[in-house]
């Protein structure tokens, strides 16, 4: 009878590891500068060291207004390298959201892979990011279990 109780046990607590444990290590959507959003003058690089850290399959949701007579258009922008990112060089970055992108509910990127990802905005040749208004950098961890 004992071995049975303790089966009954054994299975009783891999049951609330199996409910625990997803919740822990669940991947989590980041609107990028809160309710300030994708815009200009907000401190981007503070926002990064509030929120993180990241992990891998964590998203980074872009919101922004698209261009009109009132609001500059925003873009984003993913830079190859650290010296790209910090000469806002956009020859070889990779345009992952175009000014009409981030109305409504925004881009979503996800954080796949646990290397820098370096984003910009890159409208108005690159203005946004030389002043070092719309720019920050992102190193996801590998594993998503938080504390």
């Not at 049975?4 to 046990?9: D, E, N, Q, S, V």
């Not at 990064?48 to 980074?60: E, T, Y």
């Not at 290397?115 to 590998?142: D, I």
Request: net charge positive; hydrophobic share 40%; charged share 20%.
């Amino acid at each position: 009878m004992e071995a049975k109780g303790g089966a009954t046990t054994a299975v009783a607590v891999l049951l609330l590891l199996l409910v625990v444990v997803p919740e822990a290590c669940r991947a989590e959507r980041f609107v990028v500068g809160d309710a300030a959003r994708w815009t200009w003058g907000y401190n981007y690089t503070d926002w990064v060291i509030r929120k993180g850290p990241f992990f891998q399959n964590d998203s980074l949701v872009f919101t922004y207004d698209p261009p009109n007579a009132t609001t500059h258009a925003h873009s984003v922008y993913l830079m190859r390298s650290l010296a790209e990112y910090q000469s806002c060089n956009l020859k070889a970055a990779k345009l992952v959201a175009g000014v009409m992108q981030g109305a409504g509910s925004g881009y979503e990127f996800v954080l796949k892979k646990r290397k820098p990802h370096y984003f910009v905005c890159g409208e108005r040749a690159g203005l946004h990011c030389t002043a070092g208004q719309m720019k920050f950098v992102v190193k996801p961890k590998s594993s998503a279990c938080r504390d």
